[in-house]
């Protein structure tokens, strides 16, 4: 089992980035997958969620309207479209695949939003 997550950078304030979690190993079309993300110093939060075939998504409060979770169950891969960036936003980003007692995790993207 494989979760690759690409895509993270330094951005400045208001800027965007698009994660991309690529998997493996598993039968990605049957998970709901999820993003999470760890602050320096902070536990891990989850930040959006989506259902295995893409129609239910979730997202944490701080992230509502900025962040836009989706997945191709074609390509094996789910994305973080994040737009309207803040500092408060830098943290590593992990990928999740989640099914009954299965849990799978990436080994996480860094994104620093700085100016």
């Known amino acids: 089992v494989q979760l690759v997550e690409s895509g993270g950078g330094l951005v400045q304030p208001g800027g965007s980035l698009r994660l991309s979690c690529a998997t493996s190993?598993?039968?990605?079309?049957?998970?709901?997958m999820r993003w999470h993300r760890q602050a320096p110093g902070k536990e891990r939060e989850l930040v959006a969620a989506?259902?295995?075939?893409?129609?239910?998504?979730n997202y944490a409060d701080s992230v509502k309207g900025r962040f836009t979770i989706s997945r191709d169950n074609a390509k094996n891969t789910v994305y973080l479209q994040m737009n309207s960036l803040k500092p408060e936003d830098t943290a590593v980003y992990y990928c999740?695949?989640?099914?009954?007692?299965?849990?799978?995790w990436g080994q996480g993207t860094q994104v620093t939003v700085s100016s």
């Open positions: 999740n695949g989640r099914r009954l007692q299965f849990d799978y």
């Open positions: 190993g598993f039968t990605f079309s049957s998970y709901a």
């Open positions: 989506i259902g295995s075939v893409g129609s239910i998504t």
